[in-house]
């Protein structure tokens, strides 16, 4: 009896030092919080949770392909701590979708591959300011049906209507969300709002029904909305609609100019206050402030302080803290 308990006691001693020097790996985001769904006004996890995310929006693949890559999504989840990135998917601009839906493609899977490998949320987003009814259905249908599986997939099916009513969007929305719902039960879809997903007071007005785990989107720069916005993004809130933005910058709309940090720090305030889920715009190298990456010359990941431009670092800033 002596000899087998001290076997055993041999047996756990050489279990736990052994144990202790094995590398603890810690669940990635998409491992801590899994099929996100939409309760109420909120984006809950998979025990019902309250769940922000925060993240980047690439810039349009047609004109930055070249961050379209693992790399660049590692380097953003292991520095900037992202656990959410956005595929802007171009449709209509020589080079996007319709003229070349291969490279959209490739584009669009190395990004999603990539979020999926490294444990965090993406979105799939139609990146287009027209109705492309038939296309849009034919991209959401080729889409769902390969990631239909992955709890860390969220569509957005039209970027920023321009000068269509709510109820052409509305219209448009429904067409697209039957498509993917036959496919995809489960994830979040994001459904634009018109003037630019500026006007949300029109879906709170009339939203869509008959299918869950909707939300709107709320884009906004900060430079140029103001408080008007956010009073506009409250009032949905207490109609009961569900907001994402799943685009904003600190400078104006036009994507230049200068940067208004109080304007957008005004924005975290209202976004925390209300556990909204955000990207920022975005991972390029274009000649304007919106763009975080100074130039072409910059590498693709691995990036330094003097790699990114000013709205680069506070992105970064902001999402480490």
């Not at 380097?75 to 802007?88: F, M, Q, T």
């Not at 490294?118 to 849009?136: M, T």
């Not at 990207?279 to 763009?291: P, V």
Request: hydrophobic share 40%; with cysteine; glycine share 4%.
């Amino acid at each position: 009896m002596k000899k087998t308990l001290l076997l055993v006691a041999t047996a756990l001693l050489w279990a736990c030092d052994n144990s202790s020097s094995a590398p603890i790996v810690e669940p990635s985001f998409v491992q801590q919080h899994g099929q996100l769904s939409v309760n109420g006004v909120s984006l809950v996890d998979k025990d019902g949770q309250v769940v922000v995310l925060q993240g980047v929006s690439f810039g349009w693949h047609n004109w930055w392909p070249r961050f379209y890559t693992a790399q660049t999504v590692d380097w953003l989840v292991s520095d900037w701590h992202v656990n959410l990135v956005r595929a802007a998917i171009g449709v209509e601009p020589d080079g996007a979708y319709i003229s070349n839906s291969t490279k959209a493609l490739n584009c669009l899977y190395a990004v999603v591959d990539a979020a999926i490998a490294n444990g965090i949320y993406v979105i799939i987003d139609w990146h287009s300011h027209n109705i492309r009814v038939e296309e849009a259905k034919a991209f959401f249908a080729l889409t769902a049906q390969k990631y239909k599986d992955y709890p860390n997939i969220i569509y957005e099916i039209f970027n920023e209507p321009e000068q269509q009513t709510w109820p052409q969007v509305k219209a448009y929305a429904e067409e697209v969300i039957a498509v993917i719902r036959e496919i995809d039960s489960k994830n979040v879809i994001l459904v634009g709002s018109p003037q630019w997903d500026q006007a949300v007071d029109k879906p709170a007005a009339s939203p869509i029904t008959g299918y869950n785990n909707l939300m709107y989107t709320l884009h906004f720069y900060a430079a140029t909305h103001k408080q008007y916005l956010r009073d506009r993004g409250t009032a949905a809130l207490n109609k009961g609609l569900p907001l994402f933005v799943s685009e904003c910058a600190g400078m104006e709309a036009s994507g230049d100019s200068a940067i208004n940090p109080a304007e957008w720090q005004a924005w975290r305030t209202w976004m925390k206050q209300h556990n909204i889920s955000w990207a920022a715009w975005s991972i390029a190298d274009k000649n304007e402030t919106c763009s975080m990456i100074k130039n072409t010359s910059s590498p693709v990941s691995n990036w330094q302080d003097n790699d990114l431009k000013e709205w680069g670092r506070i992105v970064r800033e902001e999402l480490r803290k």
